[in-house]
């Protein structure tokens, strides 16, 4: 148990589907952070949120929309997804992205997603 | 560019010894992390290194220098449970983590 639970573990859509992926921490944590990992590949930070504000996009496709209700949840609402997106997507947290610090993040499972 | 090599696969018995290196080349430096990842499973932190020298946490120990841009894992008396990826990561002059690919450490009997 890493406190940090995502849903849905699976997930196959077709490129004109609309679906979420959720996050729940129950760490107390200010921070949370979507990451995509693909196979052989580093991982690739997409958002982080810290108190409910997103503070980093990395550059990543409209058809990817966070949203962050309060610190404890986190969601990633897909859109027209590409066959290249299939990956396995990855929520953590962490203590506080408010100031420079190098803390320890906290992971989920993951949701693994097959776009068709 | 920003960048952190590391072998994609290793091979070692059970009850060995393994050393996973990891070198980097990135813009500034403020510290180093690994993290253990079981298939399927989240990945879990494992050590952090900001100053140069030996860190021991059990059976696991990470090795950091600096001036070489370089770190090392180390795994003793092997488990089978130890078969996992193992992530190796920079913080760099922004605090941003530089995520190398992975490693993925296979145990045989």
């Known amino acids: 148990e890493t406190g940090v639970t995502q849903t849905p573990r699976h997930l196959v859509m077709g490129m004109t589907n609309k679906k979420s992926l959720k996050c729940e921490q129950h760490?107390?944590?200010?921070?949370m952070y979507w990451y995509k990992q693909s196979a052989k590949k580093p991982l690739e930070l997409m958002f982080v949120y810290s108190l409910e504000e997103r503070v980093e996009n990395n550059s990543v496709p409209s058809r990817f929309s966070p949203e962050c209700p309060n610190s404890s949840h986190l969601f990633l609402h897909l859109h027209t997804l590409q066959p290249e997106d299939s990956a396995l997507y990855l929520c953590?947290?962490?203590?506080?992205?408010?100031?420079?610090?190098?803390?320890?993040?906290?992971f989920g499972s993951g949701t693994q997603l097959s776009v068709l | 560019g920003q960048n952190i090599d590391q072998p994609t696969e290793m091979t070692a018995t059970e009850g060995a010894i393994v050393q996973i290196n990891c070198t980097y080349q990135t813009s500034g430096f403020n510290g180093l992390f690994w993290y253990q990842q079981h298939a399927g499973e989240a990945p879990t932190f494992l050590s952090y290194n900001v100053l140069d020298g030996l860190e021991e946490k059990g059976r696991f120990s990470s090795f950091l220098s600096r001036s070489k841009g370089y770190s090392y894992l180390l795994l003793k008396e092997l488990q089978m449970k130890d078969s996992a990826s193992y992530l190796c990561a920079v913080s760099d002059s922004n605090y941003q983590l530089i995520w190398g690919a992975g490693t993925k450490l296979i145990i045989k009997p």
């Open positions: 953590a947290s962490s203590q506080d992205k408010g100031a420079p610090s190098n803390e320890k993040l906290f």
């Open positions: 760490l107390g944590h200010n921070a």
